[in-house]
């Protein structure tokens, strides 16, 4: 069993842990992700690794609740242990000295840009991170980001913190300003990854984004993440996470995120009277 060796809630939906598994820690690289499954049976899923301390050997995941699986990890407590943690999966991140580069994180994709950025920082580059969302209450990794950024800006939808508006925007502006930034990384929601890939597609920059697309096996057995990219079809469990995001078929990978969507949305359900029912047992 992989133990939870610490737990925090970071807003209203997302949840960090940090996860007792020497072997990975000891190998895992920024860009790479893990799968987990909480119990013998129950369902697996993919995260990114969102920080790892080899040392102690502990792996960071966040994750926002959005159905039955995650909301069933979140009700977990330290000392509690998972049934499986497999990893290190997909293709590391490619850190060299490009000069200037920029990280983009949206929601959860927040948490996926901080081993990027600072590994990007220690090879010696000028890091700048923009991270955005809806209001303050929903930012998350914060002080994580500004620790291993040499410039963080942050945007809200509402105003509410930072600078009011999105991340593109930001994005637009700062590639209009400097013609040394070299490269672009986006991590976050798919439409939020596809707008900022339309807003660098004018500029001379290499835009690499990370798709944490629905997998089995994690393995490139079932097929299940394919992906076309540059009219190609690729996993994303061995060929990446990370790809150009210029050539990514956006249209397709976002319908292939939602074909599961009723099937999830019944299982939640489930999940949701089952616990009632204990509840109501257990009051008895």
């Avoid at 959860?108 to 991270?131: D, F, M, Y």
Wanted: overall charge neutral; proline content about 3%; charged content about 25%.
């Amino acid at each position: 069993m992989y133990q939870i060796i610490q737990k925090e809630r970071l807003n209203e939906q997302i949840y960090s842990m940090w996860i007792e598994a020497p072997q990975i820690a000891s190998v895992v690289q920024p860009g790479q992700f893990i799968i987990l499954m909480i119990k013998e049976k129950g369902e697996r899923i993919p995260l990114t690794v969102a920080d790892f301390n080899r040392k102690e050997g502990l792996i960071r995941i966040v994750f926002q609740v959005v159905g039955k699986t995650s909301e069933e990890l979140s009700t977990l407590s330290e000392g509690d242990g998972l049934y499986s943690f497999i990893g290190p999966l997909g293709k590391k991140t490619e850190i060299k000295n490009y000069g200037t580069v920029i990280n983009v994180g949206g929601g959860t994709g927040i948490a996926c840009i901080h081993p990027i950025a600072r590994a990007l920082k220690e090879a010696g580059n000028q890091v700048i991170s923009i991270i955005g969302a809806r209001n303050k209450d929903l930012l998350i990794m914060e002080e994580e980001l500004k620790k291993v950024s040499s410039k963080l800006i942050i945007t809200t939808d509402d105003g509410s913190y930072g600078q009011k508006g999105f991340v593109t925007q930001v994005l637009k502006r700062l590639l209009e300003e400097d013609n040394s930034i070299k490269k672009v990384w986006a991590i976050g929601p798919a439409i939020m990854m596809k707008v900022t890939c339309e807003t660098t597609r004018p500029f001379p920059v290499e835009t690499i984004v990370s798709l944490n697309s629905i997998m089995v096996d994690g393995t490139g057995m079932c097929g299940s993440c394919r992906v076309t990219i540059g009219g190609e079809s690729k996993f994303v469990c061995t060929d990446g996470p990370e790809f150009d995001g210029q050539l990514v078929d956006w249209e397709e990978f976002m319908n292939r995120l939602i074909r599961y969507q009723e099937a999830e949305k019944k299982s939640w359900a489930i999940y949701h009277k089952e616990s009632h029912h204990c509840h109501c047992e257990g009051r008895k």
